[in-house]
């Protein structure tokens, strides 16, 4: 998209788009850095919301994930754009909005390893497996049909809690059950 359709697109004059923006690369440039900023900054403050309480690692994390579910609820079109155009922007500022998504990814590996004892690999293999969870409801969610952002995100924290111990066969031998269903976990 040019700068003059999306001048056209917004329902802007093309001189006031260049007036806050040189390019499209400032422009998403802009909307990266601010949403890992907002998304960051919101993490803070939900963690330190249940600080106060009692909360354990696995409280912690349920406000992680339902303030990440919340944002996403709110802005699916920026997340959209956070997952669809990671590597559009030049170099330097690609290092830039990949040393604020660090940040964040640092902040949820903490968490989940609070929650979990792991190695290294697969502490690392855990978290990028409950953002592909978070980061994707852009896609497919909708409140009216899925409930609430924090009805998703206890779901979610189930999922990333629990697993879906009742479905591997592993599971299904130790507790007695077939394994019919099968293939291996």
């Known amino acids: 998209m040019s700068m ?10 093309l001189a006031s788009s260049y007036s806050h923006f040189r390019s499209k690369d400032e422009i998403l ?15 803070l403050r939900a963690l330190a919301a249940v600080a106060g309480a009692p909360a354990d690692a696995a409280t912690r ?5 339902e303030n990440h579910i919340a944002f996403c609820a ?3 079109d920026v997340m959209h754009v956070l997952v669809q155009e990671a590597a559009a922007l030049p170099r ?15 902040r949820a590996r903490e968490l989940v390893a609070a929650v979990a004892r ?16 978070l980061n994707w409801t852009f896609g497919w969610y909708e ?10 995100a206890r779901t979610i924290h189930r999922l990333t809690l629990g697993g879906l111990p009742g479905l591997t066969p592993k599971h299904r031998a130790q507790s007695g059950g077939s394994a019919k269903h099968g293939g291996s976990a």
Do not use: C, N, W
């Open 4 to 13: 003059r359709e999306l001048a056209r697109a917004t329902g802007k004059a």
């Open 29 to 43: 440039f802009a909307l990266q850095s601010s949403a890992f900023e907002e998304l960051d900054q919101s993490a």
């Open 61 to 65: 994390l349920y406000a992680f994930i």
């Open 74 to 76: 709110r802005e699916p």
């Open 92 to 106: 330097p500022q690609r290092a830039q909005v990949r040393a604020l998504k660090e940040r964040y990814f640092a």
């Open 118 to 133: 792991l190695d290294d690999d697969e502490l690392e293999r855990a978290t990028y497996s409950l953002f592909g969870m």
């Open 143 to 152: 409140p009216r049909k899925h409930g609430p952002a924090s009805v998703l």
